[in-house]
């Protein structure tokens, strides 16, 4: 805004237009008394003028209706900037799969590419990735020596023609290579979505084989993406429902071992298994940590009643929390640990109810129609994953902690089982097909309900628990 | 019962009577079948033959052609379609219609354009006068009032005459002052077209104006000088007193003639102080009644033009939401609302520099950055459309008015949890 200057000052003498003195005692005539006053009316109205002006030239518009699409990207193959020979274009690939398997973004074909990319500090030629409408690019660089490779990357904004943040690199050994790929991808995926990151985890899951009648079952660990499959257990008992602890050093897990369901902990850094407290007579099993990994909840099934109990996993101290006839099953802690998100037909029918840590009074959360099973408290702790069977179908939805805005993501023969991924954003879960043939396999979709998606396993999976992101 | 509702009902009882029996008992009779009357066609060919036929037959008598009207027949079928023999040959047939050229007929030579004939007045060697209409179309006056025979009596009262003798008006000065008529205060013709010093000085285009001008200001009040002390009357002018008398006038002339002069300077520099003034306040009205950009002080280079229409707005708005593409967002950036400042440049592109985050909602500062990218990717992309649809049509006449713009980004309408 700009003031004019304007002959409004007062004159310390009076004076007349020819610049005389005026005596002081000379009466004013009414012009003169009123020019002072007019000119600082012109002042204000040039000043109001201005400022009129001023907000006439921004015009304001209102943007409220966007659009939900995959962002295109491109990765081109990463540097080899000495020894990594294969590794630099294997590594770009799952960073590439990662992002695409998201459903939020979608790769650039390489066929489309105008320019490449052949030094990682070569400056990007931003209008020939605009050209074929790519928006974020990420290039990269791997060096190997001995067994330690080092992976670096850039992430660049091609629309805005900058940078995304500072380059990042990761070190580690050449057979950690898809995990320095998922630590690239995942680095990428936050700084772009503002979300937490998944890729680096884990999932464990229960890995069957054989028919249907018989089924054999043993413990599964893989990548997120269904990647580096290794057996923790064998086939010689029947496995159910493992469970990651909050920092990923230890399964829980239901066994038939001994004839009768029991939980078993694991310690999966060297794999030695341990009974959690077998109580003669009773059967335990859906089991689950607490946030804090010293407290595990789980089921007791003694004279045919069930209700839930807690258990410290250093002392075994085992302490009730529910205390009705009905079935009390599946409880969730929340992630401050103040709360318990369980199943129970004390209604009549499977409902989702809510109750103190310690123990009380549960509410129910759920309302609406069919039943509702296997609560999972989103690590996020604003949504509570479930399980619906209604109307002969199943469904696994998600609703807000107070049962408010359930929205059913999946619908099928048979969906059971939710898991959160680490972000909060991807659940994962079985779903199997109808009849004898029907097998059992994990799926993942997003909590908006897009992108369902099969998680490629060797055989028929079920049970999956994912792992909070790897250290 | 009152007469007028008994002839109401009556009339009633007629209408009622007319719509329910109207159809049947004036119904119209149905109308006979039109008549067919069956017509043949006669081709070019025949009708151009049976013309030469005639014409050999009958020569054509220039001075008196006998034309014998055919006989209409009597009956309205024609039989059939006997060649009709034209018992009167024309003799200036009419021209026929040239017709589309047959293949099994040869084709004519090109008809030749008939004789103009003959002017109705033989052609005058001398220059005819112009007829003039005989008819004065002058108006005439109008018959004015008659004027009375008899002559008006003549007021009887005579004007007084007064006792003493007025005054003659003498081309000397006085020294009685001069009461001027009150005139309006003007400001000098030079005044308006002047510059004056401190006044606002623009280099923008001229452009219509678009308001109408302010009221004139009052007109300041005559200023009625307190008269000074009653000089001596010169009509006393005696005769030894005529040179000093002349002298004291000559003096006080040239004292009131330098008076006047100081006077009008006086006016003259109020004047145009006063016009200053005003043309600041004109100015500044001007400026604040159009929705013009601000003219800087006359050092602005944005080209001003009218204001955007509320199409280019939503063209705009259309272009940008179909740009913002919030799918990579997480839940948390969704919900963020934000207002974007962005500078344009000239070419209708935005400066990727100049596109900043003035407010954000909803979230923490992490959070709306992440939003803050996607809307800015939005505004960029948005240059060229997305999705199929054009990009920004800004008119670059109206760049002042889209050189800046405010985008508040708000998805609640559409958000995901």
């Known amino acids: ?471 | 019962m009152d007469k007028s509702q008994i002839l109401s009902g009556i009339g009633h009882a007629v209408v009622i009577t007319w719509v329910v029996l109207g159809d049947w008992l004036f119904a119209p009779r149905e109308l006979p079948p039109p008549d067919s009357v069956q017509v043949s066609m006669v081709s070019e060919s025949d009708l151009k033959a049976m013309q030469d036929a005639a014409a050999k037959s009958v020569k054509p008598k220039a001075d008196k052609p006998e034309v014998k009207p055919a006989k209409p027949p009597s009956k309205p079928q024609v039989e059939a379609p006997a060649p009709v023999e034209p018992e009167v040959a024309v003799a200036e047939p009419a021209p026929v219609k040239p017709a589309q050229p047959s293949p099994d007929i040869p084709v004519a030579a090109d008809p030749q354009p008939n004789e103009a004939p003959p002017p109705v007045a033989p052609i005058a060697e001398a220059e005819q006068p112009i007829p003039v209409p005989t008819v004065n179309e002058k108006p005439k006056p109008r018959p004015a009032t008659r004027i009375t025979d008899t002559p008006m009596v003549s007021p009887e009262k005579t004007p007084e005459m007064a006792d003493t003798a007025t005054p003659e008006v003498t081309d000397q000065p006085t020294d009685q002052p001069v009461v001027e008529e009150p005139k309006p205060a003007a400001a000098p013709e030079e005044a308006a077209a002047q510059t004056a010093p401190d006044a606002v000085v623009t280099d923008a285009p001229e452009l219509a104006p678009t308001s109408s001008r302010r009221p004139q200001t009052r007109p300041d009040k005559p200023v009625v000088e307190t008269p000074v002390e009653d000089p001596q009357v010169a009509l006393d002018a005696q005769a030894e007193k005529d040179a000093k008398a002349k002298a004291d006038a000559q003096a006080k002339a040239d004292e009131k003639a330098a008076k006047k002069a100081k006077e009008k300077a006086d006016a003259q520099a109020k004047a145009d102080a006063e016009a200053a003034d005003q043309a600041a306040i004109d100015a500044a009205l001007a400026d604040a009644a159009s929705d013009a950009p601000a003219t800087d002080g006359g050092q602005t280079d944005i080209p001003e033009g009218p204001p955007m229409t509320a199409g280019e707005k939503e063209g705009l708005r259309v272009s940008i939401n179909q740009c913002w593409n919030i799918g990579t967002l997480s839940t948390a950036a969704q919900r963020i609302k934000l207002t974007l400042r962005v500078e344009m440049k000239e070419d209708g592109t935005p400066d990727s520099n100049g596109i900043t985050m003035t407010t954000f909602s909803g979230g923490d500062e992490a959070t709306a950055s992440q939003a803050f990218e996607a809307a800015r990717r939005a505004v960029i992309r948005g240059v060229k459309g997305c999705g199929g649809k054009a990009g920004y049509d800004l008119d670059p006449a109206k760049y002042a008015e889209w050189n800046v713009m405010n985008l508040n980004f708000d998805a609640s309408g559409m958000r995901l949890r």
């Open chain 1, 1 to 471: 805004m700009i003031f004019l200057t304007f002959p409004c000052k007062l004159r310390d003498k009076p004076t007349d237009l020819q610049g005389q003195s005026r005596p002081h005692n000379s009466p004013l005539k009414n012009e003169d008394k009123m020019r002072p006053f007019k000119s600082l009316t012109a002042a204000l109205l040039i000043g109001l003028s201005s400022l009129t002006t001023a907000a006439q030239a921004e015009i304001t518009i209102d943007i409220n209706s966007p659009v939900i699409e995959p962002m295109p990207f491109a990765v081109p193959d990463f540097i080899d900037e000495g020894g990594a020979g294969e590794l630099a274009a294997n590594i770009s690939r799952v960073v590439a799969a990662d992002l695409a398997g998201t459903g939020l973004f979608i790769e650039t074909p390489k066929d489309a590419y105008i320019s490449r990319v052949t030094s990682f500090d070569a400056p990007i030629s931003y209008p020939d990735w605009q050209a074929i409408n790519t928006q974020a690019l990420i290039t990269g660089a791997v060096q190997a020596g001995g067994d330690r490779i080092v992976v670096k990357f850039r992430l660049f904004d091609v629309a805005s023609g900058q940078p995304l943040g500072e380059g990042l690199q990761f070190a580690g050994t050449p057979a950690s290579w898809r995990r320095m790929a998922h630590k690239v991808a995942d680095a990428v995926y936050s700084r772009i979505t503002g979300e937490g990151p998944y890729f680096d985890s884990r999932v464990v899951y229960v890995a069957e084989s054989g028919p249907k009648n018989q089924r054999q079952k043993r413990l599964g660990v893989m990548d997120y993406d269904g990647a580096n499959v290794k057996y923790l257990t064998d086939s010689s008992s029947i496995v159910l429902a493992p469970r990651f602890s909050p920092n990923g050093d230890r399964i829980l897990f239901t066994s038939y071992a001994s004839g009768f369901p029991a939980i078993y902990v694991m310690n999966v850094g060297n794999l030695k298994t341990r009974n959690l407290g077998e109580v003669p007579g009773t059967m335990t099993f859906a089991p689950r940590f607490s946030p804090d990994g010293n407290t595990v909840v789980f089921s007791l099934e003694k004279g045919g009643n069930t209700d839930i109990y807690s258990m410290d996993i250093n002392s075994g101290a085992m302490s009730q929390l529910t205390n009705a006839p009905s079935i009390e099953t599946s409880p969730s802690f929340s992630p401050d640990g103040s709360q318990i998100v369980f199943e129970s037909d004390r209604s009549g029918s499977q409902q989702i109810y809510m109750m103190p840590a310690g123990g009380g009074e549960g509410v129910r959360i759920s309302g609406g129609k069919g039943r509702y099973s296997t609560p999972v408290w989103s690590p996020r702790g604003d949504m509570i994953a479930f399980t619906k069977q209604n109307e002969g179908r199943f469904h696994i939805g998600a609703m807000l902690t107070d049962g408010t805005e359930e929205r059913l993501l999946t619908a099928s023969f048979l969906d059971e089982g939710p898991t959160w991924a680490p972000n909060g954003r991807v659940i994962m879960f079985t779903r199997e097909g109808a009849g004898a043939g029907g097998q059992a396999g994990l799926m993942s979709v997003d909590v908006s309900g897009r992108n369902l998606k099969a998680i490629p396993t060797e055989g028929p999976a079920s049970d999956p628990s994912w792992s909070p992101m790897l250290p």
